[in-house]
């Protein structure tokens, strides 16, 4: 093998045991290393690694076999380092070991066979190349029998059929040795006419060639969902219903054997290769019970429908910000939706938002559907009711700045609801500076459950770091949520994990309140009521805002196609994501932007058209999202008075060009309104609305749980208008030093460190957080090890 032609090969195309070779090297030396080879590589432009990736690199370490080494080698290889590079920097570093992983071997496969998904009577190409020392024999093989006449570099089949189907690998000999390719899967489908739809070639990238159909089935039936593509890899396959992934579910076909009426919903599939991603259509599968299980209900409880409201409120503009509802929130959808709930989460809401977004989670409930509203932010309670708080609260505020939480549930009661869940994460100290009473008075029902995050007059808490990770509360209620036990049930074993916390103990208790006199779950199945049309509507108006843009191509003058795809992380949280699909042979840069965003959804231009998603602030979706992208995200949806338009800004350039700047072509796009933004919450209140409910003017008054000022956020403090007592503040603990917290202590998250003159360790910017981490429960053991401070901060 000449030293050109493996200096040349890809970082992405060594083999499996070379790269694991190496990286048990570069892990292993803590002086010529992976992170002294992460220093040399930066100082190359080319495949400039930032210390922002070096951080993501290091956080391997928290992974169960996790190498910081191969993290760093594909952010490289992304980069096109080949093998030369590779080994020039490896010289540099003087380790002597890691060069000898990368010495030639005498028989090498450069090229392996890739898995490809085609129709019946195409032709079917697998390619496989070796080198040697001398000259090398081929043999293919499908699954353990060989394949006759098949001993050259290419297998070739002229026009497939099913029986084609399976499993593919190429024998290489050359000098006494043996090496076999990797294996290549072929998936070959069979579309007949009735899809209406041909393709005449297989260019590589994905096709939808067969989508699923809606169905409606009797309980106890079998439900077969099929979709296929075709393309080159082969395309992986997810299921979803509701929104969220169904486990086990990574086939064109997805087959349930006996339904019952939970599994009824909307169900589609992603299809992805290691390019892109596409989505199937939704489709409705609806169960009818049968006279022998409707005969049953009265031993199954059932709900008519469910759903939820999810409202996490972080960013406030007069009082201290927070980090951990925007994990929670993210994680309990997820949750929510398995149950099959119709969930609405929302970020960063103002008082008119709030009361808005209550008022369609109102439009939603009928007889007998279950009701959850999830809050987690600022709050305070006073004679029994608790307040949530708005980002935009003025500071102080007063009740009639902020929801009434029992005035929601007045309104609940009124649609005859079948339960009535709130768990409220959020402080219950009482404002002693608000005299006035409220007047709310609640129908006595017996599908009432309150799960307060803490007691009556006490704090919420926290745990700051500089990671995303859970609340308190969250931590230990999505290990219980999805229990098939009643609800109360349930949070009595959150409860019970909770006083397990050290870091809490003394400081944080759940409270429940409940006045459930039946054996109800947020597992109960769904079965259509008599006002089945009504639910019909409601749901086509919870549809219409988790609604995302359809992905297109954009074909551009200079011969640039590119795809512009979108992602929805909350229901008012989009990520728009561009992708160079094709360009022109002679172009020797190409890139493609999104700009000129309404000034509504106030974007920062910093944050916009990043290399990775966690640079934009997506952290809680990046795992899901294709590679090799441009990420923009965009929240505060529920601000958007028009339709959406913005600019795609296109700049390349030729070889022709030299030292010419970059030429640009622009597109202009529509997407009207996506998600949330449908339902126009910027709008003025409604008369009708719980506002009505929700006002109880009263003096003027600081609350318990706001900052006192600007001129003092980085700290916090609870009473009267009067200037804090910082020395009197601490002694009662309102803040948990980080001599208090065992070294194991795990927690939710709060306010970024960083302000070494604030006596309370909290800084008074929530800034952007600098380490981006998954919100995995294993990593959120492990990784508080590396925490070198924390502390809980109240909500």
Avoid at 238 to 264: C, E, F, Y
Avoid at 271 to 292: A, F, K, Q
């Amino acid at each position: 093998m000449s030293d050109a032609w493996d200096r040349s090969t890809k970082i992405s195309s060594l083999k499996e045991t070379v790269l694991r070779k190496l990286c048990e090297v570069l892990d292993k030396s803590s002086v010529r290393g992976w992170r002294r080879l992460g220093e040399i590589v930066n100082n190359d432009r080319r495949f400039e690694v930032s210390s922002d990736h070096m951080e993501m690199c290091s956080l391997r370490v928290l992974e169960v076999g996790g190498s910081p080494s191969l993290m760093l080698l594909r952010l490289m290889g992304d980069r096109g380092c080949t093998v030369g590079h590779l080994s020039d920097y490896l010289q540099t570093l003087g380790n002597t070991e890691a060069l000898q992983c990368l010495k030639p071997q005498a028989l090498q496969i450069l090229l392996q066979p890739q898995s490809v998904a085609l129709l019946v009577g195409h032709n079917l190409r697998l390619s496989c190349l070796a080198v040697g020392k001398s000259d090398v024999q081929y043999q293919w093989f499908k699954s353990r029998e060989e394949v006759p006449g098949s001993c050259s570099p290419d297998l070739l089949i002229s026009s497939v059929q099913l029986k084609d189907a399976g499993f593919y690998i190429c024998r290489v000999n050359g000098e006494g040795a043996c090496e076999f390719s990797q294996w290549a899967q072929v998936d070959v489908l069979n579309v007949g006419v009735s899809y209406g739809q041909s393709y005449h070639s297989l260019d590589g990238r994905l096709k939808l060639v067969v989508q699923p159909q809606s169905q409606t089935l009797h309980a106890g039936e079998s439900l077969q969902l099929e979709c296929g593509a075709v393309g080159r890899p082969i395309p992986r396959y997810q299921w979803h219903r509701n929104g969220v992934p169904v486990p086990n579910a990574t086939k064109r076909k997805l087959s349930i054997p006996h339904v019952a009426p939970d599994h009824a919903g909307r169900y589609r599939c992603e299809i992805s290769s290691s390019r892109e991603r596409m989505w199937t259509n939704e489709v409705d599968v609806s169960i009818v019970s049968g006279e022998y299980f409707l005969n049953s209900l009265p031993e199954k409880l059932y709900a008519t429908d469910k759903v939820a409201l999810l409202i996490g409120n972080l960013s406030y503009q007069n009082h201290p910000q927070l980090k951990a509802p925007m994990v929670d929130v993210y994680e309990l959808t997820n949750l929510l939706r398995q149950l099959n709930f119709k969930v609405v989460s929302l970020l960063d809401l103002t008082e008119s938002e709030m009361r808005n977004a209550v008022d369609e989670f109102l439009l939603l409930l009928h007889k007998g559907v279950y009701g959850l509203l999830y809050y987690a932010g600022h709050g305070y309670e006073n004679y029994g009711n608790s307040f949530m708080v708005p980002v935009d609260a003025p500071n102080p505020y007063h009740s009639a700045n902020c929801l009434c939480v029992q005035s929601v549930l007045k309104l609940m009661q009124e649609k005859e609801t079948g339960l009535n869940v709130f768990l409220l994460d959020m402080c219950r100290k009482r404002n002693f500076h608000d005299d006035s009473t409220p007047n709310i008075v609640l129908r006595v029902t017996a599908n009432i459950v309150f799960g307060y995050a803490t007691c009556q007059d006490a704090e919420a808490f926290e745990l700051s770091s500089t990671s995303f990770i859970n609340g308190v509360f969250v931590k230990f209620l999505k290990k219980r949520l999805l229990d098939d036990e009643k609800i109360t049930v349930v949070l009595d074993r959150v409860a019970e994990d909770m006083g397990q916390f050290d870091a809490t103990k003394g400081k944080q208790a759940l409270e429940i309140r409940s006045s459930l006199s039946e054996r109800r779950a947020l597992t109960d199945p769904i079965v259509s009521g008599d006002g089945h049309d009504l639910a019909h509507v409601h749901s086509r108006q919870w549809a219409k805002a988790h609604e995302l843009p359809e992905s297109m191509c954009l074909s551009f003058d200079c011969g640039v196609q590119i795809k512009l795809g979108f992602a929805a992380e909350f229901s008012n949280v989009l990520v728009i994501y561009t992708h160079i699909v094709k360009k022109p042979a002679d172009m020797t840069f190409c890139q493609a932007h999104v700009t000129d965003f309404s000034p509504d959804l106030d974007v920062d231009p910093k944050e916009m058209n990043r290399e990775t998603p966690e640079e934009t602030g997506i952290y809680l979706l990046s795992s899901s999202l294709p590679q090799h992208c441009l990420y923009t995200r965009l929240s505060s949806l529920q601000k958007l008075r028009e339709e959406l338009v913005f600019t795609v800004c296109l700049q390349g350039t030729f070889e022709s060009m030299g030292e010419e700047p970059p030429i640009h072509w622009t597109k202009s796009v529509n997407i009207r309104k996506p998600l949330i933004a449908r339902l126009d919450l910027h709008r003025p209140v409604r008369r009708n609305s719980c506002l009505q409910t929700c006002l109880m003017p009263h003096s003027p008054c600081h609350s318990p749980c706001h900052s006192p000022g600007p001129e003092h956020h980085a700290h916090l403090y609870h009473g009267s208008g009067q200037a804090p007592d910082y020395s009197r503040l601490l002694s009662q603990h309102h803040f948990l030093d980080v001599a208090d917290l065992p070294l194991g202590a795990v927690g939710g998250c709060g306010t970024p460190f960083g302000d070494s003159t604030s006596p309370c360790g909290i800084s008074s910017s929530p800034g952007r957080f600098s380490i981006p981490i998954e919100a995995s429960d294993d990593i959120n053991e492990v990784q508080t090890v590396f925490i070198n401070s924390l502390q809980l901060q109240p909500q």
